[in-house]
């Protein structure tokens, strides 16, 4: 049979759309003309995925994949504002929206907030997903290049890959974990002008205005907002690598018993990480604790199957015994409490470990006389 | 369908501090016959033919994750063990490393030879720091008799997050990141561990590789159903006589394991794989376990009578909005929504609204993040209100009484 060289096809939304090897459904779907909302996206950039508003309806797929970072291919039929996407897409909206403090009705610059604009085009009402404590952080003003106001910040990361990528600078980084996680710089300093200065590509890249130009500064001029250029820090040969940060981090944490900014500093200094790269590794690690020098570490699970047991009233005798809350240290120094995930001994719930040992089938009573052996 | 012991074939009959006791148990001889006599390719065939799943929650083919990564072109592959078992209501990896570490190294030497991997990881959550030692002692044994000249296998131990035991997370936390996962693909097999092709296992899985290895794919699809073959191990709690690890065929009734077994009596409900898990009502009790059904990473948590399901579900979501590494909009954010919701339900501040709500939110959070753990994490909440639905609506119509009588300046107590 005749073969002749075949151009790759899929369809997006019904029509039907030809794509090179490796092109992202984003990138086909742009050159077709069909339009995917995004916000986290940086053109030229690798993809991060974080945003989830490019999300698409690919039949066959079990949930809705990310444009951005999802490669299209052979046959693939994406469906791009089916009643399905649009709904999620909105819920996905509603939960930035819910999660930032925001003032959108009172502020002028709205209108140029990219999360605003998305809210009005995809007709978000009252939002239904309420949060009740969302992200919120004073007004930084102390840089005269960088204003951050991060209750605006919807960690949608586009100014670490701008500051690390255009910049070449590499000062900002995420940092802890969850809902608390955060943008941060240093070990979650103010933004400082010993290193970051004369600069604020990020501020163009900043979608919601959680980052501007102070007032009396003006607008970088556009020439080296070159949007694109990659300038990325190789590490010296010699340098530990990343590989090794987390051994040196626990390394430092069972000799010193916790990390301060100045071991954090000298460890980013001996894998030549940023401090704020640094920083936010160990911040998202439970067992990297940042604070309280203690000889003991006492960790007790507060999961279903130790919860089941009365895992409650041991947390409490537990209190009661040492005379601190969780994420404490008695006065002596001796003994820190915290009330942490799963420990995998539910066999034994409820259980604790105090360091390494577990100690399990644990009752109120139980409490003092496991103590005094320490 | 009795229990059946492959897993933990040398669980309590070998020391597991010996190497020469796990030889004497017939320890490495799968090894040996698969170095000895067979190609990279036959070996894959073989776990193939098996039809061994993975044992960590997902159960996709061992054989073809093996065949993905054994057919990538790359001079330098990875095999990662994932001991990272941070699933509620999980500890059958601990039980297992605990009491036989050979066997995890043979199996993880045998699937080296069959991807080419050279190099080989056990990542071991932080909390089982204690078992550290024994597993490094174990290679440093095997390696000395010989068992690892064509891979290196070093511990490498987690710092504390849940999210660590999904794979792409996992990877970050070895390559020194933020244990945040990865969008896929690309899947690991083809681009994983500093971009290289990389296996992970779970425990489990790499337990049950010697025993196919030594007595052939037959004799293990022979055992369990139709997409699940071989046997599983489960870790009980909860509200049973005798809490503990069992090993049962695969398609072996839940009542068989959690009342034959365990012992538990007047089930109200059972979550089965973890705070992500299914939760089934107890009159479901004759469920078989098996990939077609429900098994998970293997928890199985018996909640009786007295319990009140959405107490249990508010501790669900209490640990998921804990360990959500916070990378994607609906997890981070959506759990954070969700936790309000149960935090409220939970003080008598419900109301019927958030019944609605929770579903809407389900949804949004199990279609559009980026990893298993957000996809998952509504499973709970959307089990819970299919089968113990009165539950909440009792409960937040009490709640509306309490309210009302308060208003008018009376007391009530419930």
Known sequence: MFKRFKKKTAIIDGEKVTFRKGATILETARMAGIEIPTLCHMENH???????????????????????????????????????????????????????????????????????????DHEVGAPRFTITHPRFYPIEEK???????????????????????????????????????????????????????????????????ALSHPENQHAVPPSRMTSGTTVKKQPPPGKPSRAELLPLLKKEVSHSGCLSAETMKLVAGK???????????????????????????????????????QGASVITSLQKELGIHPGGITSDGKFSLEVVSCIGACDQAPAMMINETVYGNLSPDKISEILQTY | MPEKRIALRNCGIVDPRDIASYRKAGGFTAFMKARDTMKPDQIIDEIKKSGLTGRGGAGFSCGLKWELAGNTKSSRKYLICNADEGEVG????????????????????????????????????????????????AIVESKRNGFM???????????????????????????????????????????????????????????????????????????????????KVFSVSGDVERPGVYELTMGSSLNELVVDLAGAQGIKAIQIGGATGNILPGRKIDTPLSHETCLGSGAVVVFNQTRNIVDIVHNNILFLHDESCGKCTPCRDGLEAMKEIFDRLVKGEGIQEDIRVLEELSKVMSLASLCGLGQAAPVPVMDSLKFFREEYTNLIQQSAYVRNYTAQGLSVTL
């Open chain 1, 271 to 309: 894998t030549d990480l940023s401090i704020s790269e640094t920083f936010g590794v160990s911040s998202f690690y439970a067992f990297l604790p940042r604070e309280g020098n203690t000889t003991n570490r006492i960790r007790i699970c507060r999961c279903v199957p130790c919860f089941l047991k």
């Open chain 2, 149 to 231: 000249s064509h891979m290196d296998i070093k511990v490498f131990e987690g710092a504390g997050a849940y999210i660590c035991g999904e794979e792409s997370a996992l990877m970050n936390s070895i390559e020194g990141r933020r244990g945040e996962s990865r969008f896929k693909p690309p899947y690991p097999p083809i681009q994983g561990l500093w971009g290289r092709p990389t296996i992970i296992n779970n425990v489990e899985t790499l337990m049950n590789v010697p025993y196919i290895i030594k007595n052939g794919a037959a004799a293990f699809s022979a055992i369990g159903t139709g997409r699940s073959k071989g046997t």
């Open chain 2, 90 to 137: 999980t500890f059958k990896d601990r039980y297992i490393l605990t009491h036989d570490p050979y066997g995890l190294i043979e199996g993880m030497c045998i699937a080296g030879l069959a991807i080419g991997a050279t190099k080989g990881f056990i990542y071991l959550r932080a909390e089982y720091h204690a078992l550290f030692n024994l597993l490094s002692d």
């Open chain 1, 143 to 209: 840089n005269p290049y960088v204003q951050r106001n991060l209750s605006k910040c919807i960690l949608c990361r586009r100014c670490i890959t701008a500051c690390e990528e255009i910049a070449g600078k590499n000062i900002m980084s995420i940092g802890y974990r969850g809902f608390k996680s955060k943008i941060i710089a240093g070990c979650d300093t103010s933004l400082t002008t010993d290193e970051c200065r004369n600069c604020g590509i990020c501020i163009e890249y900043c979608p919601t205005g």
């Open chain 1, 46 to 120: 690798p993809p991060t995925g974080v945003c989830r508003v490019c999300v698409v309806e690919v039949e066959g797929s079990r949930t809705l994949p990310g444009a951005c970072h999802t490669p299209i291919t052979e046959g693939m039929v994406i469906h791009t504002r089916s009643p399905k996407v649009l709904a999620v897409r909105q819920g996905v909206v509603e939960l930035m929206l819910s999660a930032h403090t925001g003032n959108c009705v009172n502020d002028p610059n709205a209108e140029s907030c990219k999360l605003h604009n998305l809210a009005s």
